[in-house]
């Protein structure tokens, strides 16, 4: 059975923000309907996920692996909290990050195959404890595949960290062990999270 690992739950009801009580970009204004997650809370929560981090994986090399390019803010934020804990602990550990870059293309059956693109050689995932760095889990389809390539380099230990995890009907049921807040189902922006894949 999936445990929950513990996040902040917006719930299906929450009004959410005005948007005048922001500084929004003037070009994304008229696309926007409300705001639900003010950026100090994303701070805060980072900064408690990384904590989270430390204590589950701070034991041995962890090596970061951000998935590009939508989760670059959240992957940055969240090594740069994780870095002071580890320089300011007694067993300071080694860290290394790496980047990576996923296309999904359909297969002759019609259904969704996952390349990495970019990205150093995995075998250095080997004997490692890996965190995967997350913007976003809408179906779980993406990262559930991608955890799949990422096991067969045998890390030591791979966990998910994800900023948001959508509450979806046609969720796979794969649960992130370190998440930021769970949302309902709306197609959200903001904080490097866009529109499309090339998003800034
Ligand atoms: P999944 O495989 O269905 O979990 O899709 C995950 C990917 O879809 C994320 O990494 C995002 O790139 C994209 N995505 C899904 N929902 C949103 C959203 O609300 N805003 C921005 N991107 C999204």
């Known amino acids: 059975m999936a445990t929950c690992s513990p996040r902040v739950m917006i719930s299906d009801d929450e009004p959410g923000c005005d948007l005048d009580l922001f500084c929004i970009p003037h070009h ?15 701070v805060d929560r980072t900064k408690r996920l990384a904590q989270d981090v430390m204590k589950e994986m701070g034991g041995h090399h962890i090596i970061a692996l951000c998935v590009f390019k939508m989760g670059y803010k959240f992957f940055a934020d969240l090594l740069d909290y994780i ?3 580890n320089r300011n602990s007694d067993r300071s550990i080694p860290m290394t990050v790496d980047f990576i870059r996923l296309k999904s293309y359909c297969n002759d059956q019609s259904t969704k195959d996952l390349k990495v693109i970019g990205g150093d050689d995995l075998s250095t995932l080997t004997r490692k404890n ?25 890390p030591k230990m ?4 994800s900023l948001l995890v959508k509450r ?9 062990g370190f998440v930021g807040f769970e949302i309902l189902d709306n197609f959200v922006i903001g904080y490097t999270l866009d529109y499309n894949t090339s998003g800034i």
Do not use: C, M, W
């Open 28 to 42: 994304y204004a008229a696309d926007l309907e409300r705001v639900f997650i003010p950026h100090g809370l994303i």
């Open 168 to 176: 979806t009907s046609q969720s796979v049921g794969y649960r992130p």
């Open 158 to 161: 791979v966990k998910i960290a």
């Open 130 to 154: 890996v965190l995967i760095v997350e913007d976003i889990l809408d179906t779980g389809k993406t990262t559930q595949t991608l955890l799949s390539l990422v096991k067969q380099y045998n």
């Open 83 to 85: 870095k002071v804990l």
